[in-house]
């Protein structure tokens, strides 16, 4: 099942483990590839911003992968996602779009992003 808003996840984290989805964001097309193991894959990386009741804004880096045998439905990434340069930066770009970072942070990450281009 892809997770969808609104929907309780379980991964634990800081002693919790029942989060709502209160947000996702995600590459625009799932990304296709042939693989030698695993067939015909779609990969589709997330990030999921989560809420509870102690913590009100976490994100959570996930993804949902179909291969060959899956029978093409896609299933939840046991791990980490791995993501190229411009995967990473279209999830950001709609994570930012959709309200999950605070202006406190975006300014932070403006000034990190501007010493590093210096």
Same mark, same amino acid.
């Given at each position: 099942?892809? #997770? ?24 625009? *097309? ?7 193991? *695993? ?9 999921? %911003? ?16 179909? #291969? ?5 439905? %896609?299933?939840?990434? *046991?791990?980490?996602?791995? =993501?190229?340069?411009?995967? %990473?930066?279209?999830?950001?770009? *709609? ?10 942070? =975006? #300014?932070?990450?403006?000034?990190? =992003? ?5």
């Amino acid at each position: 099942m892809v #997770t969808k808003e609104r929907v309780v996840v379980h991964p634990w984290y800081k002693g919790n483990h029942e989060w709502k989805v209160n947000g996702i964001a995600e590459v625009p *097309q799932p990304i296709h590839y042939d693989d030698s193991q *695993q067939g015909k894959v779609a990969y589709a990386p997330k990030i999921l %911003l989560l809420g509870s009741e102690r913590l009100r804004k976490v994100l959570w880096f996930t993804y949902w992968i179909a #291969t060959s045998k899956t029978g093409g439905k %896609l299933k939840w990434g *046991q791990g980490s996602p791995m =993501l190229e340069e411009e995967a %990473l930066l279209d999830l950001l770009k *709609q994570a930012t779009e959709k309200g999950f970072f605070s202006e406190k942070f =975006l #300014t932070k990450l403006y000034r990190e =992003l501007d010493k590093a281009l210096k």
